[in-house]
Structure formats: C-alpha cells, structure tokens
C-alpha cells in the first residue's frame, strides 16, 4: 500500500498568514492526488483534484503544486473559515490511502 | 443540487451486522464510480471501497475484504454496504461519495458503532 505523510501535523497560523501543507507518499502517485478541508462536525469538501486543480467554487487563495511523490498545499492569505484539518489522498492504486490530516488553528 | 444521504447505522454487538445504504438524488447515479469512506471517532479519513457504474469492477481496503460487500442499484439511485463480522475497529462514520478518484461530493455520514 502507499503510504501518505503530512507535515506539520499541527499548525497555529493567524489571519493574514500564507500557509503551505506538505504531503509526501512513499512511492510516485504522478499527479493523482486530491486535497480535502474537514471543519469541526462537518463533511469533508474536496479542494483541490489533480494535485493542482481548483474545485469549482473554492476560493483562488488556495492552490495546490507538486508531482510524484510531494505535495503542497498553500493557503495565501488564511481567513477565519480557513481553520480546519486538511488531508491529501492519492488514488494512485488499490487500496486508496489518505495521509494523517494537518489541522491549523488560530494562533 | 446532488445530494446523498445515507442510512443503516446505528449500534450493533461485534459479530454483528449492519447494511447501510445511500440514496441519490440530484445526479443520475449509474453515470459515476461511487465510494464509501469511514472515520473513526476522533481520527483520520479511511477509505473502504468503490464500485464501478455498471458493478463490474469492486475494490476494497485490506481491513473489510471479506466482511464488507459493496453494492448498487442504479434503478433505485442506491447505493448499499453489507457490513458482516463487525469487529469494535469498525465503528465510524460511514460516507458515501460520488466518483472513483478525487470524490466530490460526500453525504453527511451514518454513524456505526459495535459494541457490547
């Protein structure tokens, strides 16, 4: 299986900050990764598909960067509903695996 | 709007069994890969399964091959989860999710929990 990491695991961000959330998997996954922001009781919503392409509706602050087996994940400027824990999953091949979660919070 | 809904969770002894489902509505279900994913209280995302549009092609996480059936009905929109031999790792919020890859969207989860 392929196994994800993110780093940092925790984040303490403020307003304003430009953020970047890395994940690594343990082999080249090309460019299928998908990024996911889960907030506190909610569903996960898809942010990002392709490694870099914007979902519909989901604000051009976010954006995300990298193939084969690093990612990132950057916020430009954080805003208050930005706080929440955000997971990268490859669906590179079987069984698909997601990676830990970074949750960022307020400083 | 696409909206899925699932239902079938609720408490259960470990041993037991449970089917969950997944209504569809908003989309034609038989056009999409659809998928169940889980978390447990407190942790990360796992994914469990997925099946094709037709039902022709099925994968599943190493942790329910076995125990976990996926299965559809694209008549009914539905989407089910055949869950045997629950173990107490197996409690979760259970989502269902249209498509194979990056899935968008999720349903708002079904709660399992297997207990004594």
């Known amino acids: 299986d392929i196994q994800m990491t993110q780093s940092p695991s925790i984040m303490s961000a403020s307003v304003g900050d430009r953020v970047a959330i890395t994940c690594r998997a343990s082999q080249g996954i090309s460019n299928s990764l998908a990024w996911f922001q889960q907030k506190p009781g909610k569903v996960p919503k898809r942010l990002i598909y392709g490694a870099s392409s914007l979902q519909s509706g989901v604000p051009s602050r976010f954006s995300g960067s990298g193939s084969g087996t690093e990612f990132t994940l950057t916020i430009s400027s954080l805003q208050p509903e930005d706080f929440a824990t955000y997971y990268c999953l490859q669906h590179y091949s079987y069984p698909f695996t997601f990676g830990p979660g970074t949750k960022v919070d307020i400083k | 709007e696409v909206q899925l809904v699932e239902s079938g969770g609720g408490l259960v002894q470990p041993g037991g069994s449970l089917r969950l489902s997944c209504e569809a509505s908003g989309f034609t279900l038989y056009s999409y890969w659809m998928t169940w994913l889980r978390q447990a209280p407190g942790k990360g995302l796992e994914w469990v399964a997925n099946i094709k549009q037709d039902g022709s092609d099925i994968h599943y996480v190493d942790s329910v091959k076995g125990r976990f059936t996926i299965s559809r009905d694209n008549a009914k929109n539905s989407l089910h989860l055949q869950m045997n031999s629950l173990r107490v790792e197996d409690t979760a919020i259970y989502y269902c999710?249209?498509?194979?890859?990056?899935?968008?969207?999720w349903g708002q989860g079904t709660l399992v929990t297997v207990s004594s």
């Open positions: 999710a249209r498509g194979q890859y990056g899935v968008d969207p």
